[in-house]
């Protein structure tokens, strides 16, 4: 299909019992949803507009908490120039960052279904980059409370882009497609968490700490740039029964960019306060173990620099986990519904977690805690870090994906809420893990750990066997999925993807 420049990878081919012949992908797998004949579809969008935008969306929810956390170890060499003795106030600013991480996205959404995602999305990039250089300028020492607002602000500003890209992920991939759509997207996010503090390590040992927030300046202003040249709104309302015309969007550059950062008139169908709510109340509690905090290093009295190698390893542990999610997250489910004779249900999705959730993250928290207890040698500390960075990483594209899924009408809501979910539960450790470790010491608090995420893994076991039941007790209204879609025509014919 071709339309304005705009081609997809669209055959047909299968039919219906009631002659209606539904699109295919080239390898046979039917198109859930089926795109219209309207070229303003982003379904119908070419592969490389559907890829620049979401690698926007990406880059903004990377730099957005590499942001929010980019100063983690910061405050260390700021308690000289704020006169803060008290390690309680220094860490005001990671709190206030994170607390607007947590936060920002609960407005974003709301805004989002008013004045459409782009829009939010842009502006927010342009708060981030207000709220980076506020905060490089802090540097007179009676300037440590502006300094925590303006953290404050910056993660509210920051935390919008991966609540906000779910949605837009929805509107322009397939049902077979989004796991690794969503993949993406996860571990961006996720890899601005691991990348913030890691570079802030290394850039306070050897330079001056505004340039924590210098270089994510620049990429906020690269990011703004491609937005600006770049992004589009995917907003496209379905259930219309004359596409034509609401669809209708601006044909000249400027005019279009006008319309979508300036004023733009909702697509979207209204969704209330009430429903918004509701979603996020029925949307699944998420945990993820993480990793112990950068202080338990210290065990090993090495440099804060040669701390930040050791952390490092969480970066390839990303890497590696975007791989396993690029295959597995559609791979994995499509190869089960092949066997299941075609039929999708979204528990399906869940099988990819076998591997990191009860293989790799008991290892990981094994041999970080042998590692801590027994001084191991340096590389065990290493190897841990990798193995938790790759399997909780793998985990949070496939439980956000699956409760999207389960209520694909407020794809937004529901990943804005299981993100406060999991920074709220993650949060939570330094409230016991220390007396934990106090009481019991480093190997049996995470050896603990370790049998605990094993037996927790239960629970989506049990969503595996009985999800679909589960689904039938949320609330009717705000609870949507594509369960019982044809999704393979023919099982034994479709390729491999």
Not at 327 to 353: T, V
Not at 383 to 395: D, E, K, P, S
Not at 432 to 453: D, N, Q, T, Y
Not at 463 to 483: P, Q, T, Y
Request: aromatic share 14%; hydrophobic share 50%.
């Amino acid at each position: 299909m071709e339309a304005d420049g705009k081609s997809s990878s669209i055959v047909s081919g299968y039919q219906v019992p009631g002659g209606y012949e539904k699109k295919r992908a080239p390898n046979g797998v039917i198109l859930v949803p089926q795109p219209t004949e309207d070229p303003e579809d982003p379904l119908n969008w070419s592969l490389w507009n559907k890829c620049t935008i979401t690698g926007i969306w990406c880059l903004g929810a990377f730099v957005s908490t590499a942001s929010g956390l980019g100063n983690a170890l910061g405050y260390f060499v700021q308690a000289k120039l704020y006169h803060k003795d008290d390690p309680v106030q220094l860490s005001y600013s990671v709190v206030a960052a994170t607390a607007g991480i947590a936060v920002g996205p609960v407005f974003a959404v709301t805004l989002g279904r008013r004045y459409g995602r782009s829009f939010v999305f842009f502006w927010s990039m342009v708060g981030l980059l207000a709220t980076g250089i506020w905060s490089a300028l802090m540097t007179e020492g009676n300037q440590y409370i502006p300094f925590v607002i303006a953290r404050l602000f910056g993660g509210f500003f920051g935390g919008n882009a991966a609540a906000l890209g779910a949605d837009t992920i929805l509107d322009l991939f397939f049902l077979h497609q989004r796991g690794k759509g969503l993949t993406v997207l996860n571990l961006s996010f996720l890899g601005g968490v691991v990348v913030g503090p890691t570079l802030s390590g290394f850039i306070v040992g050897n330079a001056s700490w505004t340039i924590q927030f210098w270089w994510s300046n620049g990429l906020e202003l690269i990011i703004i740039l491609l937005s600006l040249a770049f992004l589009e709104d995917t907003s496209y309302d379905r259930t219309t029964k004359n596409p034509e015309q609401p669809h209708a969007r601006p044909r000249s550059f400027w005019a279009r960019k006008s319309a979508i950062f300036l004023y733009y008139p909702r697509i979207m169908p209204p969704v209330s306060a009430a429903e918004s709510i509701l979603s996020q109340k029925a949307a699944m509690l998420s945990h993820q173990l993480r990793m112990p905090n950068v202080s338990m290093l210290e065990t090993y009295r090495v440099p804060v620099a040669d701390r930040m190698v050791v952390l490092f390893c969480l970066w390839f542990g990303v890497a590696f986990a975007q791989l396993y999610g690029f295959w597995a997250n559609d791979g994995i489910p499509l190869w089960i519904c092949r066997r299941k004779g075609g039929l999708w249900q979204p528990e399906y999705r869940l099988h990819a977690l076998w591997f990191p959730c009860f293989v790799a993250l008991p290892i990981a928290l094994g041999l970080y805690g042998a590692s801590l207890q027994y001084h191991l040698h340096f590389m065990v500390l290493a190897i841990a870090n990798f193995l938790g960075g790759f399997a909780t990483n793998c985990m949070v594209p496939v439980t956000v994906n699956y409760i999207i899924e389960c209520f694909k009408g407020h794809a937004s809501e529901a990943a804005a809420i299981m993100g406060i979910y999991r920074l709220a539960l993650s949060l939570s450790i330094p409230f016991f893990a220390p007396a934990w470790v106090e009481r019991i010491g480093f190997g049996w608090c995470l050896g603990m750990a370790a049998i605990l995420s094993a037996v927790v893994y239960s629970s989506v076991i049990l969503l595996i066997l009985r999800g679909n039941l589960i689904r039938g007790w949320s609330i009717e209204r705000v609870a949507s999925n594509d369960e019982g879609e044809k999704l393979i025509a023919n099982a034994d014919s479709v390729e491999k993807m």
